[in-house]
């Protein structure tokens, strides 16, 4: 499982509240990623960063913003929490192999915005 | 912009059936090729990826794809299905050295005992 984390597994939460959401590693790799997972959309990339405090946009950003102010963690923050959130969250690292990267991905958080 | 399509979303087959889930993309360079398998309640696994060479490669539990670089398809392909293979099967492409991906919007498998 390539030692990702994701905390918390599953929440439930109400519009306009605020929500954080932590992926941790453990091997120090350096690319991270936050996907949603959506039925009939597949995975679209949210944020991802390429190191500490590096981060940038993907496409679904609006809404989110996120910090990784140490190599092992990567924070998703919905500012303002909406129905339209409501979603499956995946972590995801990226590991060199070959001359090209692998993506594995952590166990989920399961989101619920009422 | 890339774009990567799978046409089966949904995908019914008996057990002992063979399987054949289709993914095209569109990029005009070379690129890396993968497919996930996502188990019922589970995170997505890799199953089998491309990079470069013999273009048909085999994963794990029987699986393999063949990449067609003048059709732009990597279609997965399984000689007998089992229940246990149910599951979304999502097809990505990168481009090589870059960090991005694409995923498709999945095919869901499910397969009757």
């Known amino acids: 499982d390539a030692g990702i984390t994701q905390s918390p597994r599953h929440k439930v939460t109400e519009t306009g509240t605020p929500v954080t959401l932590r992926c941790h590693q453990t091997?120090?790799?350096?690319?991270m990623y936050w996907y949603r997972q959506d039925p009939g959309h597949g995975l679209r990339l949210i944020h991802y960063?390429?190191?500490?405090?590096?981060?940038d946009k993907g496409e679904v950003s609006d809404g989110y913003s996120v910090s990784r102010s140490k190599t092992e963690d990567f924070l998703l923050t919905l500012e303002s929490a909406t129905s339209s959130q409501t979603s499956v969250y995946f972590c995801?690292?990226?590991?060199?192999?070959?001359?090209?990267?692998?993506?594995?991905f952590g166990p989920g958080t399961r989101l619920t915005v009422t | 912009a890339q774009s990567v399509s799978q046409h089966n979303h949904h995908v019914i087959l008996s057990e002992a059936a063979s399987l054949e889930l289709g993914c095209n993309y569109s990029?005009?360079?070379?690129?890396?090729l993968f497919w996930y398998v996502q188990y019922p309640g589970q995170h997505l696994q890799l199953l089998l990826k491309?990079?470069?060479?013999?273009?048909l490669v085999k994963g794990i539990k029987g699986f393999e794809a063949e990449f067609i670089k003048s059709k732009f398809s990597f279609n997965l392909r399984k000689p007998s299905v089992q229940w246990s293979d149910t599951a979304e099967y999502f097809c990505?492409?990168?481009?090589?050295?870059?960090?991005?991906?694409?995923f498709g919007t999945g095919t869901r498998l499910k397969v009757l005992a």
């Open positions: 091997e120090n790799h350096r690319y």
């Open positions: 960063s390429y190191g500490v405090k590096d981060t």
């Open positions: 990029y005009g360079g070379t690129v890396n």
């Open positions: 491309y990079f470069s060479g013999d273009p």
């Open positions: 995801a690292i990226s590991i060199t192999s070959g001359g090209s990267y692998e993506q594995y």
């Open positions: 990505a492409v990168n481009a090589p050295r870059t960090y991005k991906y694409i």
